[in-house]
């Protein structure tokens, strides 16, 4: 691949090299799809130089993950493959390992947790996978996955932590430079770091003056403090609706890449995973996780850091989200944006009152999606009432608009 800028050696000091990542390329042509490239009006404006995204949604299963699970179960010995694969994972993973060993024509097992959401479960069956369902979280599965290997013979499928696996993810890099030859910056998603690690390496093996961005969800950010102590370090505990990247110690392989390749690691709130989300699927009609929408949370909630460093490509790695997820999501994101508001007031328990307040909400634009009106509660006295009102909006600025409406006329917003 040619580049405008020559190319510098593979980090010596790590397994992988960047003729790795590009036989791993190779080896995934017909497999993996070469993922298009879209641009991004919005969120170019917001930081004053053009924004892309690289769709890994669209990949098949949904992911990037069937890269790095095929060139890991193609590496195989026919040993190796006739004593199958065994994985654990919610959804990604299992669906990419599913997915690999039928083409390889590898049996495989994958263990997922008991709440893993139905479609999930359903795809990684339809893609040839015998689920077994064990654990209430993804560490119990994975546990059951490797007790499960040391009792049948069967191959663990790490998630992440394994050099093929890593060369696999790192053709996205290569892709990146293809599309966008003129890229400055790389921003992308970080659970255990396998995506990163790979994407980093390729980038800055050919390109070391693009800049490579890891972001991490607020609730699971393992990385930050992993870098300040120079080892993996692993959290007391993770929280985040990005699933994809709720991990709580970083790979031991990865880890070392991303210390030397990635240049800063940025932590998203879960309001911005939810408005990220969100932008993506009413500005770029595109369906993504919020793990997969993590580096779009970065660019909005960050954009000062962008500014000066575009072309900016931004990794949605995934698009497998529940749709009762999504319902979630979407609604969290709404009222993150100012799309939704949440009152709690008092009335007057008599008659017409509730129709003089909702004649104030008429009269400055606010939408009723749901009332709840309450008169028998200990809390309240003896004439009043309480009503609890979500109430549909156009932003910040209306729904400021309507409480100060509101308190003008007399209202006590609790």
Known sequence: MESPVAAVPSFPSHPITLDDIRGAHKMLSGVARVTPMEGSRFLSSLIGAPVHFKCENLQRTGSFKVRGAYVRIAALSPEERAAGVVAASAGNHAQGVALAASLLGVRSTVFMPVGAPLPKIAATRDYGAEVRLHGNVVDESLRAAQAYAEETGAVFIHPFDHPDIIAGQGT??????????????????????????????????????????????????????????????????????????????????????????????????????????????????????????????????????????????????????????????LRHGMAAAGRYLSLRLRLTDRPGALAALLDVLSQNDANVIDIAHVRTDPRLGLTEAEVELQLETKGPEHCEAVASALRASGYVIL
Not at 183 to 205: D, M, P, S, Y
Not at 285 to 306: I, M, T
Not at 319 to 326: A, F, K, Q, S, W
């Open 172 to 329: 996205v890099g290569l892709e990146i430079l293809e599309q966008c030859p003129e890229v400055r910056t790389v921003v992308v998603g970080i659970g255990g770091g396998g995506l990163a690690a790979g994407v980093a390496l390729a980038v800055k093996a050919l390109r070391p003056d693009v800049r490579v961005v890891g972001v991490q969800a607020a609730g699971a950010a393992a990385y930050p403090p992993s870098l300040a102590a120079g080892r993996p370090v692993q959290l007391d505990g993770v929280a985040t609706m990005a699933d994809g990247i709720m991990v709580g110690r970083p790979g031991d392989v990865p880890f070392a890449i991303i210390r030397d390749a990635v240049d800063e690691v940025l932590t998203v709130s879960e309001d911005n995973l939810s408005r990220a989300l969100l932008l993506c699927l009413e500005r770029a009609k595109l369906v993504v996780e919020p793990a997969g929408a993590s580096p779009v949370a970065a660019l909005l909630s960050r954009p000062e850091a962008f500014a000066g460093h575009g072309p900016v490509v931004a990794v949605l790695s995934g698009g497998n989200v529940d749709p009762l997820l999504m319902q979630r999501i």
